[in-house]
């Protein structure tokens, strides 16, 4: 099952004439190298950047097709519930933050069992700032989304939190399937709560 989160970037903002691959779209395979720093040159000086999203690892909060407009933001002004893309290897992944740990961010994928790898903030590429989706323009800083994503991000902590707390205790084949079915039950809660939060 793919679970990586984005896989093509569209520049925004961009006033150089640096960058002439077709229709301004790069596919995640080409960001690096030139194109990986024309992404960063555009975010760093206040521009900003569309991805489109690939995966399931953010689903119901984010499908397939939907596109994000990523801008930067500096570590101290995110938030629990916060959707950032950040650089993993070669690949670029939006994920929900929850919880900031010394300046390290903590983020997980809502469909995701367990959390994230801490992430230091030179991986942060920026903070999602609206969603594209059904033709709608939806502000993840202002109205409900703002408060939705914060109680979905204290959520996620704990179903988070807590399958790591049953995947460092339980050992045993039977115990492996009490927590499968434990979690099952719980990520299904959440993610109906989460369904009835963003109308979906």
Known sequence: MDCSNTTQAII?????QELSTENNILSHQNIK?????????NIYSGGSVWF?????SMVPFLVDGNKVLVRFEKVENLRCGDLVTYKTGN?????R?????DNRILTKGD?????DKLM???SLIGKVIIIFRNNKNLNMEQGKFA??????????RVIGLFDLFLFNTFSSPLQRKIEIKLFNVIHIGIGLIERILIGG
């Open 147 to 156: 408060v939705i994503n914060l109680i979905i991000g204290y959520l996620q």
């Open 111 to 115: 469909y995701l069992s367990l959390p």
């Open 91 to 95: 690949e670029l992944i939006t994920h």
């Open 12 to 16: 925004s903002n961009y006033k150089s």
């Open 33 to 41: 190298g030139d194109i990986y720093d024309i992404v960063l040159k």
């Open 52 to 56: 489109t999203i690939v995966g399931t």
């Open 120 to 122: 230091d903030k030179d």
């Open 97 to 101: 933050i929850i919880g900031i740990i």
